[in-house]
């Protein structure tokens, strides 16, 4: 089982899809700083998708802080870093099938350079209307389906404040497991998914 990376979590099992809510970016740059970082030392390949709320300017950065040598995961492919415009909404349109597609390429690819497995993130603070939102939740169950038999960790991650309570947990139980605030750091709650 891969590391996690996330402080109270040691180990997450391949195929986990988890959710995170967080309240501030700075937040979400340490969860995800550190996430990525157990990826990369364990020769994982890693992707991260970002959004609004934190672009690829400020991950690199993070990422650099804590990895003086981050270019050289560059250089061998092990580490991309793409905006959501190019990976959930090309050409302004977000379309499940082709991110889904997409996402097992990166698998196949990533299992043929030699990584020991694919490690994503994504973040959803580009979803403003309440059909994007529907959609992506659904797109969301897709990948919990898939996923589960693959050597493939996804995290993805919302601004608690953009989204209502009903949305909240339709979210959740799109996943495997929430992360939740615990005491001395992070817990994952397994949902049942519906």
Known sequence: MP????????????????????????ELRQLLTAYFHAGLTDGECC???????LNGEEALESLQRSMP??????????LEIVPHTQWYETDGVFRSEAVLRAWFDKLQRSSRHGFTGLRVAGDASWLSSRQQR??????EQQVTAAASEQRLLAL?????????????LQVMLSHNSVLLPGSGGWKAIDVCNA
Request: proline share 5%; glycine share 8%.
């Open 134 to 139: 529907r959609d992506f939740i659904s797109y």
């Open 47 to 53: 992707i991260w998708i970002t959004g609004p709320s």
């Open 3 to 26: 590391r996690s990376g996330i402080k109270g979590i040691e180990t997450v099992a391949w195929g986990t899809h988890l959710c995170l809510f967080y309240k501030s970016i700075a």
């Open 156 to 168: 993805c991650t919302y601004p608690s404040a953009a989204w209502v309570p009903e949305e909240m």
């Open 69 to 78: 040598a981050i270019a050289d995961y560059f250089k061998t492919g092990q």
